[in-house]
């Protein structure tokens, strides 16, 4: 049994551009389910069916002419045909004449109702709204650019009474932008057609070439003038004024009726301001160094004024800095010179004021302001140098820094008869101390504890004096005596002083009294040290992890060497055996107990360790 079916629809003429298109030519496998398709006739029969059976409804469709081609290919010696069943229908069909791109043609239409498409916007709503919506926001967000852009050039346009103009004409945008993008959406049909403009569509774009045009006419036609400029400060709007002329300034203008303006505005404008803001003002304008010879001559007068006015006060950070500002400006030396005098011999008379009421400290930080002691009334050495012997006297009895610096600067600031006699005296006098230091009264230890409290004072004294020799010399004297002292001596068995000088005070750490700790030892190990009556007694040497690892043999030998001179025998580092003992042993002249566990050393005594 064979089954075909076919339904075809033409394009004439052949077109590439309408090929572009395949559902123009796509068929439909069930044209009998087509809206109004009606059955013409329909036959069964046993065998082929004869011609004659047909109804006229079928001949009459054109049935008999495509008949052929239906019938099945058949072997006429192996096959027949048992029955045959026919069903003719015919469907609705429509032909539709056409104008594209300049061409005619038309197109064939099988199996629909043939129904006018009703004019209007098939879209869906959420793409209307979508585009609605994205209109507005860009609109909304492009007026607000606009006003950022005219108000932002600069305060000008921002105080100008054009910017409310222009805020509201680019909000005006925003309505009419969002109804020509609703008319040209109710406009559009699905099948690209248009339908009849309404009196409202041109309502968007009214009112978006209105607001259009004004922001455009406010940015081309709103700007400052020289003009203005003129006109107001002649008038006395000095505020509006300053507008137009700061305008033009940060536009670079130099022509010379700007300066003219300019230089005008500026001197009616600081009439009535106070000093400072004067100062600034003019400083502002007088930057671009054109025609601003009127204005610098006015900023130095009010310098200068201001700088007379202040010197009755407490301003002496204030007045330096303008006087460096005159000095950068070009002023002439013997005004900046002048000031600074007067500015000099102020800070001279505050500093023999202070100096007479005792305030020593105070007295010198005024005097050390002195920038140009050659421009003061008299020269300041010699009071700097009086201050600085007070500040000696005034050093405590232990600053011995304090009053070395003090005299060093006395001496500096005026090498005068007085400050080098109390330099001399001083250093005499602290020699002699020095020298009496090294002999005190007593044994090895307070013989040591004075050495190095001497040493410190003839360091701190070096630092201060550098390159004095006798105290050089007096310096290497305590180092060869301190050396001499500790010859042939070991930190155990001695004063605890010596220990020290030995060992050095970063490298004793008391753990509590009586019982020091030794900071450079062995990796691994720690080491205490025992002192009874101001003289070390013992050593006691175990590892870090006392009782859980071994007391490597190597590190004890290193602590006994260096704290005794000695080391320990080969018979004495060796036992066999178990459980625990604590085993006798020399070490010169220190007795010494080995600990050890299984035959394993863990810790040494060395001396009198007590427990």
């Avoid at 460096?324 to 500015?343: K, S």
Wanted: charged share 20%; with cysteine; net charge neutral.
């Amino acid at each position: 049994m064979t089954t075909a079916q076919h339904t075809q629809v033409s394009v004439w003429p052949d077109d590439p551009r309408l090929r572009a298109h395949p559902g123009l030519t796509q068929g439909s496998p069930v044209a009998l389910q087509w809206r109004g398709a009606r059955t013409l006739e329909t036959r069964e029969h046993d065998g082929p069916i004869p011609t004659a059976r047909l109804g006229p409804e079928a001949e009459a469709s054109g049935f008999l002419s495509v008949r052929p081609s239906l019938e099945p290919n058949l072997d006429p010696l192996r096959a027949r045909v048992l029955s045959q069943n026919l069903e003719v229908f015919e469907a609705p069909s429509a032909t539709v004449h056409y104008t594209f791109a300049g061409s005619q043609g038309f197109i064939k239409l099988l199996g629909s109702d043939f129904r006018p498409t009703p004019a209007r916007d098939t879209r869906p709503f959420i793409y209307r709204f979508a585009w609605l919506l994205g209109v507005f926001f860009t609109s909304f967000f492009g007026a607000v650019f606009l006003v950022n852009a005219f108000a932002g050039r600069h305060d000008f346009y921002r105080r100008h009474p054009s910017a409310g103009l222009v805020a509201l004409a680019s909000l005006g945008l925003v309505p009419g932008l969002w109804l020509m993008a609703a008319s040209w959406l109710r406009r559009r049909r699905a099948d690209g057609s248009k339908s009849a403009r309404r009196w409202h569509d041109r309502l968007g774009l009214g009112i978006t070439g209105l607001c259009a045009l004004t922001v455009l006419g406010c940015f081309v036609f709103v700007s400052p003038s020289t003009q203005a400029l003129s006109r107001l400060t002649a008038s006395g709007a000095l505020d509006m004024a300053e507008l137009h002329a700061s305008a033009l300034q940060s536009e670079g203008d130099t022509s010379p009726e700007f300066v003219e303006a300019r230089n005008a505005f500026v001197l009616a404008r600081i009439a009535g301001m106070e000093n400072r803001d004067a100062v600034k003002l003019i400083t502002h304008y007088a930057s671009t160094k054109v025609g601003t010879e009127p204005l610098e001559v006015e900023r130095r007068r009010l310098r200068e004024v201001w700088i007379v006015s202040a010197l009755s006060g407490d301003q002496d950070a204030e007045i330096e800095q303008e006087l460096m500002a005159l000095a950068d400006e070009g002023a002439p030396t013997a005004l900046v010179d002048g000031l600074r005098a007067r500015l000099e011999n102020q800070r001279l008379e505050q500093g023999k004021a202070l100096l007479a009421k005792g305030q020593v400290e105070d007295a010198l930080s005024t005097l050390l302001r002195i920038r140009a002691p050659a421009l003061a009334a008299e020269p300041p050495g010699p009071l700097l140098s009086h201050a600085y012997l007070r500040r000696a006297q005034n050093c405590p009895p232990e600053g011995l820094r304090c009053r070395a610096h003090a005299l060093k600067l006395a001496v500096e600031a005026d090498p005068g008869e007085a400050a080098r006699t109390a330099l001399a005296t001083f250093r005499s006098a602290e020699i002699a101390r020095i020298g009496r230091m090294t002999r005190p009264a007593g044994g090895l230890g307070p013989t040591l504890r004075a050495l190095q409290s001497a040493e410190v004072d003839a360091g701190v004294l070096l630092s201060v004096l550098d390159g004095d020799a006798q105290l050089t010399e007096v310096h290497d004297g305590l180092l060869q005596r301190r050396e001499a002292l500790l010859r042939d001596r070991r930190p155990l068995g001695e004063p605890v002083e010596v220990a020290q000088a030995l060992l050095g005070h970063s490298g004793l750490e008391e753990k509590r009294p009586g019982v020091l700790s030794i900071r450079e030892v062995p990796p691994g190990t720690l080491v205490h040290l025992f002192v009874s009556q101001g003289v070390t007694r013992g050593v006691h040497v175990t590892a870090v992890n006392h009782g859980r690892e071994a007391l490597a043999t190597d590190a004890l030998q290193q602590v006994a060497r260096r704290l005794t001179g000695q080391t320990f025998a080969a018979k004495d580092l060796a036992r066999t055996g178990t459980g625990v003992a604590h085993v006798p042993a020399r070490l010169g002249a220190h007795s010494a107990l080995l600990g050890w566990q299984d035959g394993t050393l863990v810790e040494a005594l060395i001396g009198k360790v007590e427990p």
